[in-house]
């Protein structure tokens, strides 16, 4: 393909939001592995403050979070003018216009993972690579998701969602112990483990609560499934792709921000050690999941698999992880797709 046919894409990194960092090696590792014969990226930064800027440096200084210091960024924002569908660049000596044939949020967590990015693009016209506006806001929703997925006749666990103004001491006790312990808080609409306590006893509930209300005005208490956590990476829009499934193996407590990105003391196993046959069926209550909640593009869809063999929702990353040992890229990879064919494959869904 020609140099000046490529599309334009916007790549878009950072972040208003506590998991700016990983979004930062994610962005990377896509950058870096994109066909630019048939793309051309176009990087658009958002630093933690909210700042968006045309970033025109070096890829090399987003994972060491330093592209924003430098004299590379322009400022910019989405321009709401359909017409345009692109972005302005706010230069010194007055405004100017670049068009986008399409966008690709490698956002995580509140600001970017939500649903408030992909309503800006959307609002602009620019084709979005990913879930929609609504899927996404539905699916950071952890109450909002559960209760469509058991719409749809999968297991999700037995919860409870309280607002900061209707915390009462009184009810939390009861709600622990008709959820009995240990038990889950999380805030509702959070990411990378921030927030969430896995609650010992009925003394630790209220502590927990507040923990969690510093992350989100809503909280949800949720039944603690025995067994372990089972992911999907799911691929596509009319016709879904998945990935091999994978198991998280802990070997204490449960699956915290150190756990995920060091893998202190546990071990993700590619492909999960169970059944052909019980593979396929996580795989297929992915694939309802997925599309219970409006899914597009792509997202990983996390399980629980109990020691009967029981299948639980927990939820779904719009935007999971994306470094090339990420559990989505490799998922894939172990399904013989490799991270430039996935990159391929996911840009070509916007053709
Ligand atoms: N209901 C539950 N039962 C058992 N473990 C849970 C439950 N909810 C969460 N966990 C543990 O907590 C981790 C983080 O919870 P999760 O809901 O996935 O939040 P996040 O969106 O931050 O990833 C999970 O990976 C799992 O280890
Ligand atoms: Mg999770």
Redesign the pocket.
Known sequence: MEENNRKKIAVLFGGCSSEYEVSLQSAYAVITHMDTRKYEPVLIGIAKDGRWYLYQGEPDSIPADTWCREDKCIPAAVSPDKNLHGILLLKEQGIEEISLDAALPILHGKNGEDGTVQGALELAGIPLIGCNTMSSAICMD?ETAHRLAKERGVKA?KSHTVSKGELNEMQLRIWGRELGYP??V?PLR?????G?T?VEKAEDLQKAVEHALEYDSYVIL?????GF?VGCAVLGTEELVTGAVDE?E?SEG???FTE?YTLKSSKIHVPARISPGKAEEIKETAKVIYRGLGCSCFARV?M?LTSEGEI?F??V?TIPGFTSHSRYPSMMKAAEISFEDLLSRLLELQE
């Open positions: 952890k666990p038990l889950f999380k959070a990411g990378s483990s921030f969430i896995r949720e039944e603690m499934i025995e956590e998280i802990l449960f699956f915290d995920k996390d629980f639980y927990n939820e990353n």
